[in-house]
């Protein structure tokens, strides 16, 4: 049995994991490594790819930056969260804002010393990077649309670097970054919707807030058709393998998702939502694999 000191150190490690939200960082991660193995590098062997100790760095590197950015950008939003998200922020609580910001620092300071490995130009984009999010968390955030612009763009980024390593510039690739930078997009204006009440509170100018839900969800609607564009390029004109299924999905699940997004009325409607979209974010990562179900096998060695 733990005594009561383990306990709340425990608690305090659960409560840094929350924070910096380790699970969407580790789908990240594997994300990266398997854009890179299905997608960026086909041509190379799993091999090499999986032990490049650059692409490593630039992945551990990537991570780092992401765990700051959920720091300072639940740092700024404490309040807000405290209405949105009260049983959440209780736990974010049990860490001190003050480790909070050290932690902050300090990941950020690792993230450009490790990609000083890499190359120079490694530095400058991760130094690029951490003031992008600072700055996003601090200022852009409460500008109605052009937040939910940066935010998305900030949410692909981690792939951009591993696609400027590799230098594949293939249209799939572009078609594949669009269809999700447009997912993560009517995410981030569902978030607006779910967590109208804590913006409200503190005077935050977002979309539902300025000119009203009805807006909003035709402002999301129109980017959830604009997806059914890459989708159904991907189905029809790119050889993503079995991978076309999970496109299919998508616009079975996009199509409804429209219709009960008009439906919707309160809170727990848009956090269904918003979990549908993330549902097809992270189906996606795995949906990779789908590709050639071989091609690992065949490639080993």
Known sequence: MLNRRNKLLLLKVLSLFSVVRGYNILVIALAQYLASIYILAPELPVREVVFDIKLFVIVIASAMVIAGGYIINNFYDAEKDLINKPRKSMLDR?????????????????????AS?????????????IFGIWIYSHKLKKIPFLGNFISATLAITPFFI????????????????????????????????????GDLAQNYRTIPIIYGTRISKLLISLLILLTLVPSLLLIFKFDVGY???????????????IFLLFKAKTRKDYVWLHNILKLIIVMGVFGILLIDVNLVLNRIL
């Open 94 to 114: 049990l860490v001190s804002q003050r480790f909070k910001l050290t932690t902050y620092f300090v990941l950020n300071f690792f993230a450009v010393i490790a």
């Open 117 to 129: 490995y890499v190359s120079f130009r490694a530095v400058f984009f991760f130094s690029s990077y």
């Open 162 to 197: 591993i696609f400027v390593y590799y230098k594949n510039i293939q249209p799939v690739i572009f078609v594949h970054a669009v269809f999700l930078f447009l997912l993560i997009l009517a995410r981030e204006m569902i978030k607006d919707l779910e967590n109208i009440s």
């Open 243 to 257: 991978m076309n299924f999970y496109f299919m999905l998508c616009v079975v699940l996009l199509v409804s998702f």
